[in-house]
């Protein structure tokens, strides 16, 4: 049998499942970038060149539930259409996905907010805004602007912060039944 060839199966069969799998890499040589083969010694100082393993965890880490999270910040707006065709297809086609918003110029929490939605929800949000001809939403209100506030629109899914940890997601956020249905 093919020496590591356990790995590769096991690697090939989680991913047909669309698991996420991670390798760590094993103690090995280094490979020349030319024709591949391991470098054994040194050229120079003729000091092995066997690496370590990369950690002490065992060689697979696989997940078999997992959420795709598109990122989009704002300042003093964000336009809800700032998600290109790419993008939006892969949210659409994998049942576990979110939009993670944030939005300010200042720091957290006072002059910044973020926002954890659920894909789903923000395009239902999404559609009634353009249903609307609103087309942003704002960081804070404005006596020029007719824009709804992001809080205003997606205060169920909003994030609070933890000094010296940062954003983090409300026990009460969906994002917690969401993915505890995933991991049973």
């Not at 910040?73 to 700032?82: F, H, M, P, R, T």
């Not at 918003?101 to 239902?124: D, H, S, V, Y």
Request: glycine share 4%; hydrophobic share 40%; aromatic share 14%.
């Amino acid at each position: 049998m093919q020496k590591k060839q356990s790995e590769a199966s096991l690697g090939a069969m989680m991913r047909s499942y669309n698991y996420f799998t991670h390798k760590w890499r094993d103690r090995g040589f280094v490979s020349c970038p030319s024709c591949h083969k391991a470098v054994m010694v040194c050229p120079y100082c003729h000091g092995s060149m066997l690496l370590p393993k990369a950690q002490t965890l065992p060689d697979f880490l696989v997940a078999t539930s997992f959420a795709y999270i598109e990122c989009k910040q704002g300042e003093e707006s964000w336009s809800i259409k700032d998600i290109s065709e790419v993008q939006e297809s892969v949210l659409d086609d994998n049942p576990v996905s979110f939009l993670f918003l944030e939005l300010g110029t200042g720091r957290a929490p006072q002059g910044k907010m973020a926002f954890l939605i659920p894909w789903n929800e923000f395009k239902a949000i999404r559609d009634r805004m353009i249903a609307f001809n609103k087309n942003s939403v704002r960081f804070q209100e404005s006596k020029l602007s007719k824009m709804p506030t992001a809080r205003e629109m997606f205060s169920d899914y909003e994030m609070v912060w933890a000094k010296s940890l940062g954003w983090q997601i409300p026990i009460t956020h969906v994002w917690w039944k969401i993915m505890k249905v995933n991991y049973e």
